[in-house]
């Protein structure tokens, strides 16, 4: 028989035991964890007093035409999603889904959460093909949910290095070839303080309470900053976040905008990181074009040119979103239709 209790009444070290080797990314360590209280539903499924899922759920105020309202989203984005057993048949996966959903649907309604946005890829492991994926997709049809997803795209550090090097575009290699730049990553003898981590972040991370959770994973080496200098004067500096196999190239920032720093950090992480033994560094969201739930900037569609140059691979983010509010629905879709109707001509 299921059992669902909050994670509160959980050992958070056995939680993170369960998700290890599950997840890519920091958020599901963020939301599941002892000091991410606010606004806090996560639920975990028991089954014969074994864990069998964790399912995160929190939600934020955001608004809608300076209206405020509940939203299940993780600062501003898609919740991270359920994560569940591996030794799972499939009837067993359907029920433990379908038990989500319908407590996802109580407590959304309970707490008056208006809409909800989850990303499913860990869950289904990238994989469009898997039991997993299968199950899911029909499900969220049954429970109403709407596919928002996007694409994104990482570097497989299992490649031999030649390999790596030589699927570089060449007009990136042409400005590689151009660079000098030296790139010092921060050693642990050299670990900042709260205050100066809060100061660095800040200028790519605007909020202060996502700042302090990312400051714990700092101590604990999961957070990576490195600095580019040009002779001996600071340029930029960038973050890579480390979950399990995966480095993701979180942030970074030019110093100088004239400064074309990006292509060396990359190709640099692509080397420092395959060394270090990952399987995959993590570019994050590309885009091709604009769909209806987004329309990327200008800029957005720079940067994924630039992303794709490194010759990566795409993998599916598939994020889903469920309305609790005819009106908040409505609101949203006028919202969207005006944005996309201005790419008709």
Known sequence: MIIIKPIAKFNYEEL??????????????????????????????????????????????????????????????????????????????????????????????????????????????????????????????????????????????????????????????????????????????????????????RQVRDNQEYIKYLYEFYKNNQLEIVNVYEGKEKIAFAIFTKVNKTVEYFSSKNIYKDKNVHHSLILDAINKYKKDGFSFLNLGVISYGSQLHYVPSKKHLNISIFKRGFKGENYPLQIYEKYFSKKVFQEQQNIRIKNFSNLIN
């Open 16 to 201: 993170n035991n369960f998700m290890e080797n599950k997840i890519s990314n920091l958020d599901h360590k963020i939301i599941v964890s002892k000091k991410f209280k606010k606004n806090n539903l996560s639920f975990v499924l028991m089954d014969d007093k074994q864990i069998k899922a964790i399912c995160p759920l929190s939600y934020e105020k955001n608004g809608i035409l300076n209206k405020k309202y509940k939203q299940g989203t993780f600062f501003g984005i898609s919740l991270p999603g359920v994560i569940i057993s591996d030794n799972l048949s499939s009837k067993e996966i359907r029920q433990i889904l379908s038990s989500i959903l319908l407590e996802i649907d109580r407590l959304c309604k309970k707490h008056s959460i208006k809409n909800i946005k989850i990303c499913f890829s860990d869950l289904i492991n990238f994989d469009l093909n898997s039991l997993k994926f299968q199950t899911l997709s029909r499900l969220l049809l049954q429970f109403n949910y709407l596919n928002i997803s996007m694409v994104g795209n990482r570097i497989d550090l299992r490649k031999d290095i030649n390999i790596l090097n030589k699927s570089i575009s060449k007009g990136h290699k042409a400005i590689l070839k151009s660079n000098n730049y030296l790139l010092k990553y921060q050693g642990s003898e050299e670990k900042l303080n709260y205050k100066s981590f809060f100061n660095l972040i």
